[in-house]
């Protein structure tokens, strides 16, 4: 059993989290970001060259330096699955769907992947591999109580631990992105199965998303509901198909966030909307906002659109991007840097992550 990512939460929360901060000079390292591009149909387009795009590094027009199909360089891929009470009744077709996704991306050695469980816990139930045998024995362990070595359990008691009906969402996201996606190469993705609403994670949803924008990992969300969750939504409208305007998508989803929040070291906006405290939170408002800041989408589970639909739609996506490099040409202070990537083509639409830190690329 790999070891457990609940053992590192105490350590990376007790190290200054925005440590490199500090004002860094001008960098001859190369950004590079993922980019998907979709016409006025919501359909990926390909056989686009360098040449069709603009490129804004905090304003400032700069140069593509690089521009590639995504598929041709190697890309991680980590699966964080909820498995709170009331996710427990989708779990079986949760886990169909991600190893028929896992079977058809994974080639070693070039495109691997991870698997995370969080509950009232974080498990790492697989680290990063190729195996996809290793994979499949690790999502059936996915809904099972893991055993926790925890300063509670060193007086010898130990065992496993039952799901308490916390959802350590944020969590789950800033481990996976700090423990395991920064030190994967460039290209990397987080699929989220959740009901977006946290309960009980130790750090917030803005350190979150941050630690994804750290590591350059675009998170991917299938908002599930939870089944206390079913009736209160009944009367809402569900997302439309068309991607575009629709949630998690520029555009649409949470408005008036973005990096900068108070505590952080961005230069975005600095009085950024959030949840209201002690109100019942919007998962799937949740959810969008953490894909949209990411540069990642939120895909909606439902009888008109099933798990199977959602991998097979999100494997087109990964199959379809296109990597952009470029090199910043002005002087690079500490914190972040919004980038806005523009097709010249007014039809098409451009999904990518909104910024970057310096200093901190791979």
């Avoid at 505590?263 to 894909?291: F, H, V, W, Y």
């Avoid at 087109?316 to 972040?336: H, R, V």
């Amino acid at each position: 059993m790999p070891k457990l990512l609940t053992s590192l939460l105490a350590l990376s929360l007790c190290a200054p989290l925005f440590a490199q901060s500090q004002p860094a000079p001008a960098s001859s390292t190369q950004i590079t970001t993922a980019v998907t591009v979709l016409n006025k149909d919501g359909k990926f387009v390909p056989n686009l060259t360098k040449s069709d795009f603009t490129l804004t590094d905090d304003g400032h027009p700069t140069a593509i330096s690089s521009f590639a199909p995504a598929s041709t360089d190697p890309l991680t891929m980590g699966i964080l699955v909820q498995t709170s009470t009331g996710q427990s009744a989708s779990l079986d077709s949760e886990r169909t769907a991600a190893n028929v996704f896992l079977d058809h991306m994974v080639t070693p050695p070039q495109q691997r992947a991870f698997l995370i469980q969080f509950g009232g816990e974080v498990d790492l139930l697989s680290d990063v591999s190729a195996d996809k045998a290793h994979l499949q024995k690790a999502l059936g362990q996915v809904g099972t109580p893991q055993v926790h070595d925890t300063a509670a359990d060193q007086s010898g008691s130990g065992g496993a631990r039952l799901d308490s009906g916390g959802s350590t969402l944020y969590d789950a996201i800033y481990l996976a992105s700090g423990e395991v996606m920064k030190k994967q190469p460039p290209r990397k993705v987080l699929i989220v199965l959740s009901d977006g609403v946290d309960r009980g994670s130790k750090t917030s949803l803005f350190s979150a998303i941050e630690a994804a924008q750290r590591a350059n990992t675009a998170v991917y969300a299938i908002y599930i509901k939870g089944e206390d969750e079913k009736e209160q939504r009944k009367n809402n409208a569900g997302i439309p198909g068309q991607r575009r305007g629709g949630i998690g998508f520029p555009g649409g989803g949470y408005p008036g966030t973005g990096p900068g929040w108070p505590g952080g070291s961005g230069g975005g906006n600095p009085n950024p909307s959030r949840p209201t405290e002690g109100s019942r939170m919007d998962g799937r408002k949740i959810l969008a906002q953490i894909c949209r800041e990411t540069g990642g989408y939120l895909y909606e589970s439902g009888k008109k659109n099933s798990l199977d639909n959602i991998f097979s739609t999100l494997a087109g996506e990964l199959k379809s991007q296109y990597m952009i490099g470029f090199t910043p040409t002005t002087k690079q202070e500490g914190g972040y840097h919004r980038i806005v990537i523009t097709p010249k083509n007014n039809d098409l639409t451009v999904q990518a992550r909104q910024g970057y830190y310096s200093g901190n690329e791979d």
